[in-house]
C-alpha cells in the first residue's frame, strides 16, 4: 500500500470523525454521528493494519499480532458496551480514558526500546540515538497519558461509589500544603521530561513517569462528586492530547489528527461545564477544585420537617395542571426510570397538560447524561430544553416535578458563601407547586441542604422513583 492512499484513507477518516463531532452535538443527529464515528475508526484501524502488516514484510506473527489485537480489543469493546447499563456509561467511559492514557504510556517505552520498529529513526543504540524532537513527543504522550489513566482510575472509583477505599469515595481528599505539593510534583516531573528530552536517560523517563502516574491521583482526589461532569470531559480532553503526542512520534497522521479533535473537543466542553457550574477553567485543568463542597451552609445537618404526600396525590396535583416542567436528575437514573417518566408524561400530555423537560448541562455523572437518557426512552426532542431555554418558564408553570436531581436544583447557589455559590440552576423553585421525588433526605453530591425541599409550596414524594412514577400514571388513569 502506497503512502498516497495511506495518506488517503487517513483524510477520510478524519473527514468522519469531525462529522462525528458535528453529529454528536444535537440529539437528532447523534445516530448519524455515531454512524460516522464508527466508520472513521474503521477505516483508520484497518489501514494501520494493514500498513503494520506491510512494514513486517506480510509475515505470518506480524498479522496474527495484529488480527489478535483487534480481536481481543474489539470482543472486549462489544461486550462492554452490550453489558452496560445507562447508570454505569459515566464509569465506561473513565474506564475507557484510563485505557487510552495507558497504552499511551506503554506505546512511549516500546517505542524507546525499539525505535526502529516505530518508524524513528535513530542515530546508534540506546534512547540518546533518538532524536531530541521525538524524545520531547515520547515524554509529553506518556506524561499526560499517565496523568490520565490514574486520574481516571480514581474518577472511576468516585463514579462508582461502591468502594470503600477513601480515595474513590465521592467526598473531596484533602490535605494541609496539598496544592504546593502538586505544584512541586508537577515542576519535577517537567524538568524530569527535559532531562530525558536532552539526554536520553531512561532513569529521568521513569521516574517523570511515576511521578506523573502519583500527579494524576493527587489531581482528582479533591474534587467532590458534584463536579464529576467537568472531570469527565476534563480526562477526555487529557487522553486526546496524550494520543495527539504519541501520534507525533510515531509520525501517524491519524492519530495526530484523531488525538487532537479529542484533546480540543474536551477542552471547549470543559470550559462549557465550567461556566455551568462556575467554576475556574484553569482550576480544572490544574486539579484541586471542588474541596469546598463539604462546607454545608446554614446547617445542613439539622433535622427540619418538610411536607410530604403519596403518589396519588402527587398524582391529583399533576392531572389538575395546565403546564408541567419535568426535571430528571442521576436519582432518575439510578431507578432506570426514564420510560416510565416518558409515559406518565404522554398521560399528561393525553389530557391536555402542557410537559416539558429541563435539562441542567450537569446533571447526572457526565455531560449529557439526561439527554441520553430520555433519548433511550423516544422522548420527543421538541419536549426537551436546556436550562438556558426552560428557566424563563417556571415561574408560569404550575407544577415542576424534581425526579432524583438535587444540586442542580438548589437554591443555595443563590447564597454567597455557599459551595455552589454562582453556579447556574434550574430555577424549580419559582414554579406554583414543586413535587420532589427522592429517596430520602441525604444531600446531594455537594453535601448541601436544599431549602427548596422545605418551602410551603413544595410537596416531597419518597421512594424508589420507578416505583412512585408507576404509581402517579396509575392514579391518572
Not at 499511551?104 to 518508524?119: K, L, N, S, T
Not at 480540543?264 to 455551568?276: D, E, N, P, T
Not at 418551602?455 to 416531597?460: A, E, I, L, N
Amino acid at each position: 500500500m502506497s503512502m498516497n492512499v495511506v495518506t488517503l484513507l487517513y483524510l477520510v477518516a478524519s473527514v468522519c470523525f469531525i462529522q462525528a463531532l458535528k453529529g454528536l452535538s444535537h440529539p437528532t443527529t447523534s445516530i448519524r454521528g455515531n454512524l460516522f464515528g464508527m466508520v472513521g475508526m474503521a477505516i483508520a484501524i484497518l489501514t494501520t493494519g494493514a500498513l503494520i502488516v506491510e512494514i513486517s514484510g506480510g509475515k505470518a506473527v506480524g498479522m496474527v499480532y495484529v488480527l489478535g489485537a483487534l480481536l481481543v480489543g474489539g470482543t472486549a469493546g462489544t461486550l462492554m458496551a452490550k453489558r452496560v447499563e445507562m447508570t454505569k456509561m459515566p464509569e465506561l467511559v473513565a474506564f475507557m480514558h484510563s485505557m487510552i492514557g495507558l497504552a499511551a504510556v506503554f506505546i512511549a517505552v516500546a517505542a524507546m526500546a525499539e525505535p526502529d520498529a516505530f518508524g524513528i529513526v535513530a542515530q546508534g543504540l540506546g534512547t540518546a540515538a533518538i532524536p531530541a524532537g521525538n524524545r520531547l513527543e515520547l515524554f509529553l504522550g506518556a506524561a499526560i497519558g499517565a496523568i490520565t489513566f490514574s486520574g481516571s482510575v480514581i474518577a472511576f472509583g468516585k463514579l462508582s461509589g461502591k468502594y470503600k477505599f477513601r480515595l474513590f469515595q465521592g467526598a473531596p481528599v484533602t490535605f494541609a500544603g496539598q496544592h504546593m505539593l502538586n505544584l512541586a510534583l508537577g515542576v519535577a516531573t517537567l524538568a524530569l521530561g527535559l532531562v530525558f528530552m536532552f539526554t536520553g536517560n531512561w532513569t529521568a523517563f521513569f521516574a517523570m513517569l511515576a511521578l506523573s502516574f502519583v500527579l494524576g491521583v493527587l489531581i482528582i482526589i479533591p474534587i467532590g462528586g458534584a463536579d464529576m461532569p467537568v472531570v469527565v470531559s476534563m480526562l477526555n480532553s487529557y487522553s486526546g492530547w496524550a494520543a495527539a503526542g504519541i501520534g507525533f512520534s510515531l509520525n501517524n497522521a491519524m492519530l495526530i489528527v484523531a488525538g487532537s479533535l479529542v484533546g480540543s473537543s474536551g477542552a471547549i466542553l470543559s470550559y462549557i461545564m465550567c461556566k455551568a457550574m462556575n467554576r475556574s477553567f484553569f482550576n480544572v485543568i490544574l486539579g484541586g477544585f471542588g474541596g469546598e463542597a463539604g462546607a454545608v451552609v446554614g446547617g445542613a445537618k439539622e433535622q427540619r420537617p418538610v411536607k410530604s404526600g403519596s403518589a396519588d396525590d402527587a398524582a391529583f396535583i399533576l392531572g389538575n395542571a395546565e403546564t408541567v416542567i419535568i426535571v430528571p436528575g442521576y436519582g432518575l437514573a439510578v431507578a432506570r426510570a426514564q420510560h416510565s417518566v416518558k409515559e406518565l408524561a404522554q398521560k399528561l400530555i393525553d389530557r391536555g397538560v402542557n410537559v416539558k423537560y429541563a435539562i441542567h448541562p450537569v446533571a447526572g455523572r457526565m455531560p449529557g447524561h439526561m439527554n441520553v437518557l430520555l433519548a433511550e426512552a423516544e422522548v420527543p426532542y421538541d419536549q426537551v430544553h436546556e436550562m438556558e431555554d426552560i428557566n424563563a418558564e417556571f415561574g408560569q408553570a404550575d407544577v415542576a416535578i424534581i425526579l432524583g436531581a438535587n444540586d442542580v436544583v438548589n437554591p443555595a447557589a443563590h447564597v454567597r458563601g455557599s459551595a455552589i455559590y454562582g453556579m447556574p440552576i434550574l430555577e424549580a423553585y419559582k414554579a406554583k407547586t414543586v413535587i420532589v421525588n427522592k429517596r430520602s433526605m441525604a444531600a446531594g453530591y455537594a453535601g448541601l441542604d436544599n431549602e427548596l425541599f422545605y418551602m410551603d409550596k413544595t410537596m416531597m414524594v419518597f421512594g424508589d422513583a420507578k416505583k412512585v412514577i408507576e404509581d402517579m400514571g396509575k392514579a391518572i388513569e
